[in-house]
């Protein structure tokens, strides 16, 4: 059983800066990928940024350059710096990762409860 909850999520005005955190906790024995996603009203939940455990990132296009993201493997903890907020980032930002459980095999995926981010003009 594996929990992952978000938060830092808010309100901040175009141009602004937001740090979201992911802690992990639970019966884990390891954390391999940790990524964040997002869904925006009317829309479908898409990639944002992930990692791997080796610190491997990949970003979605729209965020090159704006965010960065990160994570603490002792705090099993995955970070998102969000910089030069548009509107368009307004969305809940959903943590992703996958663990592996004390006495699994395979890793599996889990996700958090999401947080709320708005950007107003």
């Known amino acids: 059983q594996v929990q992952l909850v978000e938060s830092g999520g808010g309100l901040v005005q175009t141009g602004g800066s937001l740090r979201l955190s992911c802690a992990a906790s639970?019966?884990?024995?390891?954390?391999?990928?940790m990524g964040w996603y997002r869904q925006a009203p009317g829309k479908q939940r898409e990639l944002v940024a992930l990692i791997t455990s080796g610190g491997s990132t990949n970003y979605a296009d729209s965020v090159k350059g704006r965010f960065t993201i990160s994570r603490d493997n002792a705090k099993n903890t995955v970070y998102l710096q969000m910089n030069s907020l548009k509107p368009e980032d307004t969305a809940v930002y959903y943590c992703?990762?996958?663990?592996?459980?004390?006495?699994?095999?395979?890793?599996?995926?889990?996700w958090g409860q999401g947080t709320q981010v708005t950007v107003s003009s």
């Open positions: 992703n990762a996958y663990v592996l459980v004390y006495g699994s095999r395979t890793s599996k995926g889990y």
């Open positions: 639970g019966s884990i024995f390891s954390i391999n990928g």
